[in-house]
């Protein structure tokens, strides 16, 4: 299911993981997807296992202003990282 998810996101910018509660959706966004994008898995420049660089994920949860969610996790991501306001401002 992570290779799937992953060659839908080659693919499309975006994609969306829907189903029942308890179904594993989140272990599948995080220890799936999101293991595999730490590692360089979307890279498309050089191959995946020469790769040395983290790739950062950034996690929300949508509640009732999904864009606002999203935008303070980004913000929390990048201050953890040491980006100066300029550098956030720009994120946001």
């Given at each position: 299911?992570?290779d799937?998810?992953?060659?839908?996101?080659?693919?499309?910018?975006?994609?969306?993981?829907?189903?029942?509660?308890?179904?594993?959706k989140?272990?599948?966004?995080?220890?799936?997807?999101?293991?595999?994008?730490?590692?360089?898995?979307?890279?498309?420049?050089?191959?995946?296992?020469?790769?040395?660089?983290?790739?950062?994920?950034?996690?929300?949860?949508?509640?009732?202003?999904?864009?606002?969610?999203?935008?303070?996790?980004?913000?929390?991501?990048?201050?953890?990282?040491?980006?100066?306001?300029?550098?956030?401002?720009?994120?946001?």
């Open positions: 299911e992570t799937e998810v992953l060659a839908l996101l080659r693919r499309h910018r975006a994609v969306t993981i829907v189903a029942d509660s308890g179904a594993g989140s272990s599948l966004a995080m220890a799936g997807v999101g293991h595999a994008w730490r590692g360089g898995a979307l890279r498309t420049d050089r191959p995946r296992s020469d790769d040395t660089t983290i790739w950062h994920v950034v996690t929300m949860r949508p509640a009732e202003n999904p864009v606002e969610q999203l935008r303070n996790a980004i913000q929390s991501a990048a201050l953890q990282l040491g980006c100066d306001q300029a550098a956030i401002a720009s994120l946001r």
